[in-house]
């Protein structure tokens, strides 16, 4: 079965600062999908990024980006000049057609920006 | 989200007694799924459908059930609600398996506690 780990409960970081969130999965499977969701204090799960398996270029969206490293099955999310409304749970997901009819999601990390 | 609605948005409950959560879209999406969320759990799937009349069970189904008598409307029952079900549940659609790839969308959540 398909699995995602996210090994960072918690993250604190300095405003304007970079931070990197982990993300490491497992699968048999060579072509698949993987994202990243945001969900503030709001509640509302947020799109941030998605990364097709079989592109080898890097998927970036403004200070977001990825770090895709396919053989070592990890996946994680830089974010650059943090902002204070960066502060969210993170939620790293991997889907996968040709198994399952739904995304899986890590347990999350939990990001606060502090000012 | 726009297009995806749930209600109620917040509910406190006693225990023993039924539940129905109801998630609505304007989509016309094929695929609805129900997550709850948990703290250091992430989400975990409880039921899905993929099209009217048509659900299967995720993960955590044990103590939910689900129907689907319209396109728009997918309802998550908890025929006899329990403190381990206080949690939040979200709904999210997605406009075919493959149209999956692309993420979902997801609803603004209800938070359900079972007192």
């Known amino acids: 079965a398909q699995t995602v780990t996210q090994s960072q409960p918690e993250m604190s970081v300095q405003e304007a600062e970079t931070v990197t969130l982990s993300c490491t999965y497992d699968t048999s499977e060579n072509n698949y999908y993987l994202f990243w969701y945001k969900q503030p204090p709001s509640r509302q799960m947020i799109l941030v990024i998605r990364q097709e398996a079989y592109k080898q270029q890097n998927a970036t969206e403004n200070r977001f980006s990825v770090n895709f490293q396919k053989a070592a099955k990890s996946f994680s999310l830089k974010i650059s000049d943090s902002q204070l409304g960066d502060t969210a749970m993170y939620f790293c997901a991997f889907f996968s057609l040709n198994r399952d009819d739904k995304i899986i999601f890590g347990k999350g990390t939990r990001l606060h920006i502090l000012p | 989200d726009a297009g995806i609605t749930q209600s109620p948005r917040h509910k406190v409950t006693e225990t023993g007694t039924p539940v129905t959560l109801r998630c609505h879209q304007t989509?016309?999406?094929?695929?609805m799924y129900w997550y709850r969320q948990d703290p250091g759990h992430g989400l975990r799937l409880i039921h899905y459908?993929?099209?009217?009349?048509?659900?299967d069970k995720g993960e955590v189904s044990d103590g939910y059930s689900v129907s689907r008598s319209k396109t728009e409307d997918f309802l998550l029952t908890l025929e006899s609600a329990t403190s381990s079900q206080t949690s939040v549940y979200f709904c999210?659609?997605?406009?075919?398996?493959?149209?999956?790839?692309?993420?979902?969308?997801f609803g603004s959540g209800t938070r359900l506690t079972v007192v």
């Open positions: 999210a659609i997605s406009e075919s398996r493959q149209g999956a790839k692309s993420g979902y969308t």
């Open positions: 989509e016309n999406h094929r695929y």
């Open positions: 459908s993929y099209g009217v009349k048509d659900t």
